[in-house]
């Protein structure tokens, strides 16, 4: 399994001949979904999702594929067949990669503001994608994708979600908000410089890769 790092919150996934994308949003470089077999959708939210992108990249590949929350497909009335709605509790198969669903909602930004939905992606039961939550998947986690930054969290939470999951590593991703101060701060606390985590802290590029199987 290989993973690749687009912008902000997207990664690429490829494995025996299969490519499956998550979120990629406004932040996310057009070529991530270039050759896909599957776009995975977490929410709504213009960084994870935008429309116009999802619907020129099946009008490219017709045979591309969308699992996504009820919300997300209601946006993408019309393209039939092709978008699947999913929840937590689900489970599905796209190209020898077995997919899961966890989790329901949105962290809280604000009491007085409205939380959508959002579910997160278990691949393979190795890789888990949370979307914009910190939900704790009922299966172990060999690499959590770590959302590093939004308007809804702060680092002493990242710390303590990395111990409840107990990943043998962590990616950082959803960090287009940071500086490179800002990130590093974040890399430090969660890294050696901090009070623990129980598993290795990385971040990823844009555009960079790794092979999951060597961890």
Known sequence: MRLTKFG???????QNGSTLVIDPGLFTEPEAVEGADAL???HEHFDHFTEDQVRAAL?????????????????????????HVV???????????????HGEWHAVIHPDIPRVGNIGFLLDGRLFHPGDALTVPEHP?????LPMAGPWNKVGELIDY??????????????AVLSDIGRGIGERLLGEGGPGTGAPYRYLASGSSLDLDAV
């Open 8 to 14: 902000h919150a997207c990664v690429r996934i490829e």
């Open 40 to 42: 995975l959708i977490t």
């Open 59 to 83: 009008a490219a590949n017709p045979g591309l594929r969308i699992w996504t929350n009820r919300a997300v497909a209601e946006q993408l009335a019309g393209l039939g067949a092709a978008v």
């Open 87 to 101: 929840g937590a509790g689900d489970a599905f198969e796209v190209g020898g990669i077995d997919v899961s669903v």
């Open 141 to 145: 986690v060999q690499t959590l994708l």
């Open 162 to 175: 990395v111990r409840e999951v107990k990943p043998a590593q962590v990616l950082g991703i959803h960090e």
